[in-house]
């Protein structure tokens, strides 16, 4: 097993925080934040486009909006330890009330904009938060409707109220307001923010981060400024020329409740400097990525397929010459590529590469305004090397990340253009073994204190340290360490052979026509597929097929539509060994939706395996009936 590197490689004393690369003395959250602000007080650190125009934001009035916002909270009557929840779509004042949060001396934690009701009541009472920061209207409509069962709730601040004159909740606050109090607090109490920063601890809590709740209600890790400024800005570190660059340029699309969102868009440019740009909303942020060209971006991995089958689906749809010219350049990309993952590439190679990338490759980047991206990180979940491979072959450095809720950020691919397939090795000051089943066990400074208010899931998790994270890996001959699957997750078949679904999954989800793949079959003498198509390139397939259709339920029961589905199924199982091959699949009725409270998906659209079973078991037997399984039989017969 490869040793992890010494702390002295890094250049940092064993007890320092990643702060001290960029200079910083700074020990918690706020510090960094108040710190970075008087360091560039006139520099940029946000653009926002309103009205069509971007906006700055420089450091000096991000300081300003916090500062107001922390002394109207501790006016209020926030305390140390106090919980705020914050819902909306990414935006500015998420960042301002998250770091306001911090500097009282409160808790934060973020609530997905595509939670359910059911979903958004039991956070809020699991957490036991007295404030509630909505975005606008929406959000407040959703916290009314839960919030009689919320005694402990005392503040909903709304941040945009245009729609919100006909309110008359006397908890109801705008975000203005609450400056306005903090503005009296400070003429009456000069220096109190100051000091309030400067009462924070490294150990205090920072923020609740809600695991998914794939497997069970979703629980609370209380990470500390320590585990925020040691292990998730160890990213820092590992890749400095990005995230220690001011050049740097970000568009904010995840979610802040998703950690990867978080970072990227407010704790990063904390260290660097760099600006984050805001859209005007969500429904316009193809438009803005293509407008500031960004130059490093983190995302799940679907954010990478769903742009990656776009993009393939419109170079099989276009002109003859074009498809003509980018399969000419894919066949000297995908040989450059391979020969560069294993560092032999070739000077005709890298010529052929080269004319590839100017002529078909950049422009065709350009289009969704992609080409500038030096820096593209995917974690939270199996992604398909397909689509590594893809990106790589277009000239986009795409890397994958291991992390989990409980400990941080655990791995890293630090080699450009990586080979895909591994999650690379551990970040400085991250420890391993391996367990029963496989099972990655870490040790890290970033690792939680434990699940709010949930001692026992806490004792399950952690022993001595040591996050047991229930992921069963393997360790390359170099050193990586490469995911397996959930050991939960693990199929067991009929004749008692070990079946890996995760691998089975991300081969079909490599086609650009599935958004979605679930594969079961523990006990079963094969594996069985459900299957969601992606609505946007089956439709535009459908299309250019002169199929005609109304909605997602008229696709997925179309005849060619199934055919279309069944050769991609096809085509992945030649990459499978026999046993993983999947002999039948059922495409779902309807696509799945995170704000349907009866749908088997989270809101950061993870399935939810056994709900998914219970609500589709007649779907799922179906696929094992005699008449299957007697096809089946006769067609294994032939080969």
């Known amino acids: ?51 069509g125009i971007y906006r700055e934001v420089t450091w000096q009035e991000y300081l300003e909006h916090v500062e107001n916002l922390c002394l109207g909270l501790v006016e209020l009557g926030l305390e140390p330890g106090d919980r705020v929840a914050i819902m909306g779509d990414t935006c500015p004042e998420w960042a301002y009330s998250d770091l306001a949060t911090q500097c009282a001396g409160g808790i934060s934690f973020g609530i997905y904009a595509t939670s359910s009701l059911v979903d958004i009541q039991y956070l809020m009472e699991d957490s036991g938060a007295k404030v509630f920061v909505a975005e606008d209207q929406e959000y407040v409509d959703k916290i009314l409707a839960v919030c009689g069962n919320l005694p402990q709730l005392k503040k909903i601040i709304v941040s945009d109220t245009r729609a919100m004159f006909l309110y008359k909740d006397p908890r109801l606050m705008s975000i203005g307001d609450l400056e306005e109090k903090g503005k009296l607090k400070k003429a009456a109490e000069p220096g109190l923010f100051q000091e309030l920063v400067a009462r924070r601890k490294p150990e205090d809590t920072a923020v609740i981060a809600y695991t998914s709740g794939t497997t069970g209600p979703p629980k609370g890790a209380m990470l500390s400024h320590y585990a925020f400024l040691w292990g998730h800005l160890g990213l820092a570190a590992v890749y400095p020329q990005t995230f220690l660059n001011p050049r740097t340029r970000t568009v904010a699309y995840l979610s802040p409740a998703n950690m990867l969102g978080r970072l990227q868009d407010i704790y990063l440019p904390l260290l660097g400097g760099y600006i984050t740009h805001f859209g005007e909303s969500l429904e316009t942020i193809a438009g803005t990525v293509f407008e500031v060209g960004p130059t490093a971006m983190m995302g799940p991995p679907r954010i990478f397929t769903k742009y990656a089958s776009q993009l393939a689906a419109q170079m099989e749809s276009s002109t003859w010459l074009k ?23 070739t000077w005709n190679t890298r010529l052929a590469y080269t004319l590839a990338r100017w002529l078909v490759f950049t422009p065709l980047l350009d289009k969704i305004g992609f080409k500038n991206i030096t820096l593209a990180l995917t974690a939270a979940a199996p992604v398909p090397p397909e689509t590594v491979a893809l990106w790589h072959t277009w000239g986009v450095n795409l890397l994958e990340l291991y992390g989990g809720t409980e400990f941080g950020l655990g791995m890293a691919q630090k080699k450009s253009f990586s080979k895909p397939g591994n999650a690379g090795i551990p970040m400085p000051r991250v420890q391993y073994r391996l367990e029963q089943q496989g099972e990655l066990v870490i040790k890290t400074p970033a690792a939680m204190a434990g699940y709010w208010e949930k001692e026992d899931d806490t004792k399950a998790a952690m022993r001595d340290g040591w996050v047991y994270t229930g992921d069963a890996v393997e360790v390359t001959v170099d050193g990586c360490i490469r995911i397996v699957e959930r050991v939960k997750d693990l199929i067991v078949t009929s004749g008692g052979k070990n079946i890996n679904p995760s691998e089975i999954e991300k081969s079909i989800k490599a086609s650009p026509y599935i958004s979605e793949a679930v594969v079961y079959g523990h006990g079963k003498k094969y594996p069985c597929l459900l299957v969601e198509i992606d609505f946007d390139t089956v439709a535009e397939w459908a299309r250019a097929h002169s199929i005609a259709y109304t909605s997602y339920a008229s696709l997925a029961q179309h005849p060619e539509v199934l055919r279309l589905i069944s050769k991609e199924v096809d085509r992945a199982n030649q990459k499978l060994a026999r046993l993983e091959q999947v002999k039948v699949f059922r495409i779902l009725p309807k696509e799945l939706d995170p704000e349907d409270e009866t749908d088997p998906v989270t809101a950061t659209r993870k399935v939810q395996r056994k709900k998914m079973y219970e609500k589709m078991k007649d779907l799922v037997e179906s696929m094992y009936s005699q008449d299957e399984e007697a096809r089946i039989a006769a067609e294994l017969a032939k080969t």
């Open 323 to 345: 498809k003509k010219a980018y399969h000419l350049a894919m066949q000297a990309g995908k040989r450059y590529i391979s020969r560069r993952w294993e560092g032999r590439e």
């Open 1 to 51: 097993m490869k040793q992890n590197p010494s702390i002295s490689e890094t250049g940092l004393p064993h007890d320092q925080p990643w702060s001290k690369l960029a200079g910083f003395s700074a020990a918690t959250l706020p510090a960094l934040f108040l710190e970075r602000c008087q360091r560039t007080p006139q520099r940029a650190a946000f653009r926002v486009k309103e009205m």
